[in-house]
């Protein structure tokens, strides 16, 4: 089993700045990408930002330039540094693994979500 711990999520005002931590921990022999997706009320789960072990990173149009992912492969922690929040950034943000356990089962968790709210 794999657990993951969210945090650094909270209420900002427009302009201003987060950062969001994900770590994980548990029956994991290996990860493969770490990302952050997110879901506003009515609307469909969606990709922010996904990075690879290898460091290859990818992002959705609408944070291009504005967030950015990293991750500590050492610690299986993968933050989300969000700049220049915009009301539409406003969501439940999830963390997702991907990689294999210790006993070779595909690993697809994902964590109990954070809420960012943009508002002033």
């Known amino acids: 089993q794999v657990q993951l711990v969210e945090s650094g999520g909270g209420l900002v005002q427009p302009g201003g700045s987060l950062r969001l931590s994900c770590a994980a921990s548990?029956?994991?022999?290996?990860?493969?990408?770490m990302g952050w997706y997110r879901q506003a009320p009515g609307n469909k789960r969606e990709l922010v930002a996904r990075i690879t072990s290898g460091g290859k990173t990818n992002y959705a149009d609408s944070v291009k330039g504005r967030f950015t992912i990293s991750r500590d492969n050492a610690k299986n922690t993968v933050y989300l540094q969000m700049n220049s929040l915009k009301p539409e950034d406003t969501a439940a943000y999830y963390c997702n693994v991907l990689g294999l356990a210790n006993d070779w089962h595909p690993i697809d968790s994902w964590g109990q979500g954070t809420q960012v709210t943009v508002s002033s």
């Open positions: 548990g029956n994991i022999a290996s990860i493969n990408a």
